[in-house]
């Protein structure tokens, strides 16, 4: 059973920085393109990065700059590094395990809430 477990988010200033984890099991993780996505109130569900099993990374024009994705396959491992944060960065972040070109999975959720 494919699973995937994000941690990390939470609540920060405009300028802050946060780190999310997700972990997932039940997969070769380290073939499969990973990705994070957020979605805010209202708004639909947005890729913000995604990264290949060879690294290459892909963004969202909105974070180029100030978020890095990265992966650690002998941890199952996919981050999101997010810095000089924004209040418009504000959402549910998810993690997403691309595995086949009509087959994802998706993690539960983790809240990032950036504000004064």
């Known amino acids: 059973q494919v699973q995937l477990v994000e941690s990390g988010g939470g609540l920060v200033q405009p300028g802050g920085s946060l780190r999310l984890s997700c972990v997932a099991s039940g997969i070769i993780f380290r073939v499969y393109t990973m990705g994070w996505y957020r979605q805010a109130p209202g708004k639909q569900r947005e890729l913000v990065a995604s990264?290949?099993?060879?690294?290459?990374?892909n963004y969202a024009d909105s974070v180029k700059g100030r978020f890095t994705i990265s992966r650690d396959n002998a941890k199952n491992t996919v981050y999101l590094q997010m810095n000089s944060l924004k209040p418009e960065d504000a959402a549910v972040y998810y993690c997403?395990?691309?595995?086949?070109?009509?087959?994802?999975?998706w993690g539960q959720g983790t809240q990032v809430t950036v504000s004064s």
């Open positions: 990264i290949i099993s060879g690294g290459s990374t």
């Open positions: 997403n395990a691309q595995l086949s070109p009509i087959q994802t999975t």
